[in-house]
Nanobody
Framework: QVQLVESGGGLVQPGGSLRLSCAASGSIFSINAMGWYRQAPGKERELVAGLNSLGSPNYADSVKGRFYISRDNAKNTVYLQMNSLKSEDTAVYYC???????????????WGKGTLVTVSS
């Protein structure tokens, strides 16, 4: 089993910044893709930013130029730097990871429990 623990959420004013972290632990041989999703009240969960197995990032159009995803492989941790936050960025942010627990075995997908980001004055 793999646990994903997010941190860094909170209340921030419009135009402000936050940095989310997600640490993966447990039975991990390797981590393929990692990413961040969010779900606003009354809306479906959507991809915010992701890093594929080659480390290439992709972003939702709504956050391009404002959010940046990075990863520390040594710590099995992925970060989401969020700048110029807007009220519409308010949501629960979830970490997602594709991990392999043993060489030669298929990857499995895991979700964190989420961290709330509220952008309000």
């Amino acid at each position: 089993q793999v646990q994903l623990v997010e941190s860094g959420g909170g209340l921030v004013q419009p135009g402000g910044s936050l940095r989310l972290s997600c640490a993966a632990s447990g039975s991990i041989f390797s981590i393929n893709a990692m990413g961040w999703y969010r779900q606003a009240p009354g809306k479906e969960r959507e991809l915010v930013a992701g890093l594929n197995s080659l480390g290439s990032p992709n972003y939702a159009d709504s956050v391009k130029g404002r959010f940046y995803i990075s990863r520390d492989n040594a710590k099995n941790t992925v970060y989401l730097q969020m700048n110029s936050l807007k009220s519409e960025d308010t949501a629960v942010y979830y970490c997602n990871a594709d991990t392999v627990w043993k060489l030669g075995f298929p990857s499995r997908n895991y979700w964190g429990k989420g961290t709330l980001v509220t952008v309000s004055s």
